[in-house]
Every structure is written in C-alpha cells, then in structure tokens.
Nanobody, 118 residues
C-alpha cells in the first residue's frame, strides 16, 4: 500500500514556473518507477515524466527541456519543476508510483490542477 498526495497546483501566466510536489508514504520500498501524468479536458491521460529508483528519467517530447522530475528519498517526495509554461500545459496533474513485484501495480494521487493563462 502506497499513498500519494500532490500539492502545488494553481494559476500561472505563460512563461512562468511552478513546482508540484508529491508526498509518498507506505510501502515505498516496493516502487520501481515514480512519475507525473496529466489529463486535459476532453483528452486522455498522458505521461509527463518518469524517474526510476536508479535515477533514470524519461520525458514527454512536449515538456522536454522545460520540466524536471526529481526525488528526495530522505523526505519521500517527488517533485515536478515546470518552467516556461504554456497554455497547453493546463491540466490536472497526477503523481504515479509503479511497483513491479510481486505484481505490476500503479498507485495514484488525487491530482492537482495547473492552469496556465494570462
């Protein structure tokens, strides 16, 4: 059992920056990959960024060079630093934790809304 709680969403102007935080608790030792996903109105949920326990990262092409995912193991938090924000970044952002053993399973946070508008 893993619990995820996101925070940091809000309203920001185009070109601005925002940092999202995900606080994790529970059986964190079982997690292989941490990530951020987002879902805009009328669209499917899409991957934004992932980070493995080994430190490897992967980013969607649309955010590469602008967003950074990081993890603080001591604080049990995962952060998504978002820079040079665009209106198309507007979405509900979800924290994700994926375990592989004993079975593959995804844990999700409640989501936090990010609105990019002048």
């Amino acid at each position: 059992q893993v619990q995820l709680v996101e925070s940091g969403g809000g309203l920001v102007q185009p070109g601005g920056s925002l940092a999202l935080s995900c606080a994790a608790s529970g059986s964190i030792f079982s997690i292989n990959t941490w990530g951020w996903y987002r879902q805009a109105p009328g669209k499917q949920r899409e991957l934004v960024a992932t980070r493995t326990t080994g430190g490897g990262t992967n980013y969607a092409d649309s955010v590469k060079g602008r967003f950074t995912i990081s993890r603080d193991n001591a604080k049990n938090t995962v952060t998504l630093q978002m820079n040079s924000l665009k209106p198309e970044d507007t979405a509900v952002y979800y924290c994700n934790a994926r375990r592989l053993h004993p079975t593959e399973y995804d844990y999700w946070g409640q989501g936090t809304l990010v609105t990019v508008s002048p």
